[in-house]
């Protein structure tokens, strides 16, 4: 089945996808033309297991969220894997997409395997959301579908279609990871800390919040008997009784 796609991406490359026969396929990867029929339907057929196979050879199995310090760490490997992925898929990429504008099933699949991409990252996110390392008001959903198109647009169009140089791409990664990372934090003019040192710090705002409800409650007027006991009580050796 390689053969055959490998075949098909060759000459779909040199000559368009409408230009190419399945004996031609066949015959450039040895087999018969019956055998590919077996396998693939037709040629359309083909096509979609060539694009099908672009994510299955082009993006394994990838480090998580878990196996990271901080948001800016997990963004620069998430954009230098997908420039890298898509480097090492770059003949069958170029034919998928040149395929897609005239063919609404294979624009349809192209779209739920972003989407299913997209979801992988928003997953990511969500642990670094959870630890406080990204605001709680960032929309991980939106942030996540956005980082996806983002590294696809680096990884194929600055590095595929404009050949720009991988010390430029390393850059635009790191530097793009940075931004998005500062952006992301609840207050960006401060460093992000420690997990306990933030757990910490919530306790402190939970309790101060409680304590303010106990006075909303109290009021004025129980507030004020409160202290005239409590200056009192500090006058006295012993407790009122």
């Known amino acids: 089945m390689h053969a055959m796609t ?3 991406v060759a000459l779909f490359s040199e000559e368009g996808y409408s230009a190419v026969s399945t004996r031609r396929i066949a015959e450039r990867a040895g087999c018969s033309e019956t055998l590919l029929f077996r396998y693939f339907g037709d040629k359309h057929g083909l096509l979609m297991a060539v694009c099908n196979g672009l994510w ?9 969220a878990a196996d990271f310090q901080t948001v800016q760490e997990y963004l620069e490997y998430f954009f230098l894997t997908e420039i890298r992925d898509l ?7 170029k034919v998928v997409i040149a395929a897609l504008i005239n063919d609404p099933e294979m624009s349809a699949d192209f779209n739920q395997k972003h989407d299913d991409a997209a979801e992988r990252v928003a997953k990511e996110l969500r642990q ?5 390392a990204i605001s709680a008001d960032v929309d991980v959903n939106a942030l996540a579908d956005g980082i996806e198109q983002l590294g696809f647009a680096v990884g ?10 991988e010390e430029e791409l390393t850059a635009i990664a790191i530097s793009t990871a940075a931004a998005l990372s500062k952006g992301l934090q609840a207050n960006a003019a401060q460093p992000l800390l420690e997990p306990r040192r933030r757990k910490a710090l919530a306790a402190v705002l939970g309790a101060r919040e409680s304590l303010d409800g106990i006075v909303e409650l109290l009021g004025d007027a129980e507030l004020a008997a409160g202290a005239t006991w409590w200056n009192g009580s500090q006058g006295s050796d012993h407790s009122p009784a």
């Open 6 to 8: 490998s075949a098909a």
């Open 156 to 165: 194929f169009f600055l590095q595929l279609i404009f050949q720009r140089s």
């Open 56 to 64: 299955d050879e082009g993006r394994p199995e990838r480090s998580g």
């Open 87 to 93: 480097k090492h898929v770059a003949p069958s990429l």
């Open 128 to 132: 670094f959301q959870d630890t406080g």
